[in-house]
């Protein structure tokens, strides 16, 4: 399948302009910087477009990697026709390739489990009991049956070693002390997959550290690293010291013939089924103890930002820099309604003549709609246009002032859905600016209506749980139900964010960490007092 083609049929635009859009998406760059900052590659495709154009590419890769690893499986087992073939390759969504690969899915089995089917268990028990005084070889011989597949006796006692090994790996006590043993001894190692790659990672190409005082930010670092295939991680278990308890508990006395095919079975075991899984179970439960505090402490920085005090009864003109495509500017009134926007060339690349017409729309528009403050983000070329503001506020009689934004998410939220929403007749750039002006008119107005990783205020926010985060955001707004009325917001969609969560409240209680309101049953009301117990 042309995969490229098949999105510009879908999209109804041109082919290039669908090469070009997945050309700088397979570079890493997102959807609100390519609909920002590259409109001149991507044929001004849209945010909407860029967005549905994302979701189907990636749709459509799994498709295809999906068809090669069903049609890699059915051949193995030579069960594939032309026919089927030619069905699985034509299929266009996964639904139909799960329904094509059904009849030819592997079951899940185990060796374990094979060797069972051929009679091996009674065998594997008289190993374990380890009271034969036979030759394990005249044993074997009674289980040896060409019919089931067991033609000679060193397959006899490969399958009942099978057997011994996935019965020691499901031992409770053994795998509880394995772990615990792993956590007090391991030690957490990391290695560069290319040495001379440069990379942010260069201080974990070479990295050894005890399991249990790893620090939470170098286990999400670790966890980053190796998901962008920079860093190799594996824990090193004490691995002699596990061996020799699990053989004081398994081999009982001496038993010449069985001992070394019960040491053969536990190295097995602990190598191929319990060390993986003990393993995996650690990482998880350092990334989970990880993430917990990246959250608290993106939670706390959180609710100082949304709880900044709101700068009311101003008109602040919105200032979104940039160098080369212009400064976005919107102006907002007390209320937050946006009245007019405009883009200026005051930044390099420019001329004086661009300055002193940036400079004399800037005059036109505080003198038309009596600006007094001006929010400047602080992303590219804010400096170059503070510089340009200073000298502005030089040369008018109007008393101005300008504050410098924090515009992280800005960009994010302007290509949102709900951004289109809200201001469908304005592209990205005027979204932009008109968000920076209301941060500083309300910020938990304005803040709440953004992707809370996009906020940058947590610790590796992108890779944490999604959910907990937005449910973090939930509690910080509602905390304090009273100390910022939503009725003091602006009748905008951040409004019904707001209403959304406080009315979400009432519904959710009786979950711990949630504030629950209790109405006085006496109190009418309109006067009705509200207290919060903690649950």
Known sequence: MDINQKITEELGVKLWQVEAAVKLIDEGNTIPFIARYRKEATGTLDDEQLRKLYERLVYLRNLEEKKEQVLASIEEQGKLTEELKKQILEAQTQVVVEDLYRPYRPKRRTRATIAKEKGLEPLATLITLQKTKESLEEVAKQYINEEKGVTNVQEALEGARDIIAENISD????????????????????????????????????FDEPVNRLAGYRTLALNRGEKEKFLTVKIEAPQEDILRYLEKKIIRGENLSTTQILK??????????????????????????????????????????LMQPPIVGHTVLGWDPAFRTGCKLAVVDPTGKVVDTTVIYPTAPTTPQKIQAAKDTLKKLIAKYNISLISVGNGTASRESEMIIVDLLKEIPQKVQYIIVNEAGASVYSASKLATEEFPNFDVGQRSAASIARRLQDPLA??????????????????????????????????????????????????????????????????????RKIRDKKATPKSSKIRTKSI
């Not at 190598?271 to 993430?291: D, F, M, N, S, V």
């Not at 992707?451 to 940058?456: F, L, M, V, Y």
């Not at 992108?462 to 907990?468: L, T």
């Not at 905008?492 to 959710?508: D, G, N, Q």
Request: glycine share 6%.
């Open 171 to 206: 031992e409770a006590d053994y795998r509880s002390w394995i772990r615990k043993q792993t956590m007090q001894k391991g030690h957490i190692t990391s290695s560069a997959k290319d040495e001379k790659a440069e990379s942010v990672y260069e201080n974990y190409y070479e």
């Open 264 to 305: 053969e079975a536990i190295e097995d075991s602990y190598k191929r089924l319990i060390a993986p899984a003990i393993e995996r179970e650690i990482r998880g439960e350092l990334t989970e103890k990880a993430e917990d505090g990246a959250i608290e402490v993106f939670g706390k920085n959180l609710e100082q930002l």
């Open 446 to 515: 304005e803040l709440v209506k953004i992707d809370p990783k996009s906020i940058g205020v947590g610790q590796y926010q992108h890779d944490m749980n999604q959910k907990k985060l937005n449910i973090v955001r939930s509690r910080r707004i509602l905390c304090k139900p009273r100390r910022r009325r939503p009725e003091h917001s602006f009748r905008t969609t951040a409004f019904l964010h707001i209403r959304h969560y406080l009315s979400h409240s009432e519904k959710y209680c009786g979950i711990p960490g949630r504030t």
